[in-house]
């Protein structure tokens, strides 16, 4: 019966370098996929899930028995994307550090196509909603996506982005009204 | 029918169950007997399902490895030496307490980054052979590290000061609780305090042995005191606005963290 998490954890705490190396095997993958949903760029990703397991490791002595593991490692990898998509909205422009609002992962704003009798594969599909969520701003992208992939509601959200509830809430409003209408010639109601 | 219609914030905040129970009975009443109102909750509905849709891309192969390959540098290097490391300390240690290691470790966490930094400080001219991991990065990763250990140690300071400060004078304080507190933030803070001396940062290192003074003092303390007995404990902290210059420190040190871009 393979270890558990909890287990394997209470093993890094002492100091194990093989349980932490365990525990390093065994969520990367999902950390990636938690981490690139944010930041939408494969390298940086990959630096950021370094630095969660950086920070993870100085944070085992936090880590509560109680508490779910891969939560835990969720919650630290965001608050790494976070802080990343932070850092880089200061290096390309100069303008309030705590405001992500006007970052746009890409450089030229999407603009929605219509002519859905010319989008009819599922790859244009996903093309369609990838290209979309890489043009919210990132604060709309990383509320949105913390509350409808990893399904943080919307206070805690708020909590782990420095903003009130109702911006939260603002933010997700946006960034849905967003794909809304870029998606639109794809959806039948 | 109701005749307000339902907004598409309404219709999200139900759809994420971040409506009350009675406003998720309201709405849905709602749309149930509004063509309108269901036409926007499918079609919200649908660009949600077309979003769950989008392919993340898979991680590259072998992506564990090379994550392990990055991170052992710094993580072995700091189990490597902490025995060695930890057993001079208490060794040399001129208080009463000691500690064992790995109970010591987990309590604090800390000394044993701290003590990995030193060596990393060491070795830090020495080429690594973990591909896609500098030197440079090495110490890098360490320096954060460490930063983000010390502030943790800060925080955990300032509040054995704070309850201290604040404790109900009409009582005898029990101190057995903060005691050992204080002497596990000793330890950590003296090693703490070694780092940041060999890194240069002589306000970190100023403020941890003012800090280390008055932690001492409540260590070896008796387990109980009456209020009038830890006057003198008080008068040091808030002589020397420890409380307050723990707060500024850390708060720079998070700030510096935001801002902070990982490079390697």
Same mark, same amino acid.
């Given at each position: ?18 349980? @932490? ?15 690139? !949903? ?35 490692? =969720? ?18 422009? /100069? ?17 929605? $196509? ?16 990838? $290209? ?40 997700? @409003? !946006? ?10 010639? @794809?959806?039948?109601? | ?17 971040? /409506? ?17 109102? $269901? ?23 072998? @992506? ?30 001129? =208080? ?14 800390? /000394? ?9 400080? !060491?070795?830090?001219?020495?080429? =690594? ?70 890194? *240069? ?50 708060? *720079?040190?998070?700030?510096?963290? !935001? ?6």
């Amino acid at each position: 019966m393979p270890e558990s998490d909890p287990a394997i954890v209470a093993r890094a705490q002492d100091g194990d370098i093989d349980a @932490f190396r365990a525990l390093v095997e065994h969520h990367s993958r999902y950390l990636f996929g938690v981490v690139y !949903r944010l930041v939408r760029n494969t390298e940086d990703t990959q630096d950021i899930v370094q630095n969660t397991w950086l920070k993870v490791h100085a944070q085992l002595g936090r880590f509560e028995a109680r508490s779910e593991v891969r939560t835990w490692l =969720t919650r630290i990898a965001v608050n790494c994307a976070i802080d990343y998509l932070r850092s880089s909205k200061r290096r390309e422009a /100069a303008v309030d550090p705590a405001d992500l609002e006007d970052h746009a992962t890409q450089a030229t704003a999407y603009v929605p $196509q219509p002519g859905a009798e010319r989008l009819v594969l599922a790859g244009e599909i996903e093309a369609r909603v990838g $290209q979309t969520m890489s043009c919210l701003t990132a604060i709309e992208r990383t509320a949105f996506m913390l509350r409808h992939v990893e399904g943080m509601s919307i206070s805690e959200i708020g909590s782990e982005l420095g903003l009130k509830t109702s911006a939260t809430k603002h933010c997700i @409003f !946006r960034a849905v009204r967003k794909m809304r209408a870029a998606l639109a010639p @794809f959806v039948e109601v | 029918m109701n005749a307000r219609h339902m907004s598409d914030e309404d219709l999200l905040l139900d759809y994420y169950g971040e /409506a009350t129970p009675e406003q998720h009975a309201e709405m849905r009443a709602h749309v149930e007997t509004c063509a309108e109102c $269901q036409a926007l909750d499918r079609e919200l509905r649908a660009v949600l399902a077309l979003v769950d849709s989008e392919p993340v891309p898979d991680a590259p192969p072998g @992506f564990e490895r090379e994550m392990w390959a990055r991170l052992e540098p710094v993580v072995s290097g700091f189990s490597r030496t902490n025995e060695v490391r930890l057993k001079a300390d208490t060794t040399a240690a001129d =208080t009463a307490w000691s500690f064992e290691f790995p109970r010591w470790a987990l309590a604090a966490s800390v /000394a044993a980054l701290a003590v990995g930094s030193f060596a990393l400080g !060491r070795v830090w001219d020495t080429p =690594t052979t973990s591909p896609g991991v500098s030197t440079a990065d090495v110490r890098e990763l360490s320096e954060r590290m460490l930063r983000s250990e010390v502030e943790e140690h800060l925080e955990r300071s300032q509040r054995v000061f704070v309850e201290l400060v604040n404790a109900d004078d009409s009582a005898p304080v029990r101190l057995a609780s903060d005691r050992e507190r204080a002497a596990d933030l000793v330890a950590a803070g003296r090693l703490y305090r070694r780092s940041a001396e060999e890194m *240069g940062d002589a306000d970190t290192r100023d403020l941890l042995e003012d800090v280390e003074r008055v932690l001492v003092e409540i260590a070896n303390g008796p387990e109980v005191e009456s209020s009038n007995d830890l006057s003198e404990v008080r008068a040091q902290i808030t002589d020397q606005d420890l409380i307050f210059r723990l707060r500024v420190m850390t708060a *720079g040190m998070q700030a510096r963290e !935001r801002r902070a871009r990982p490079t390697w």
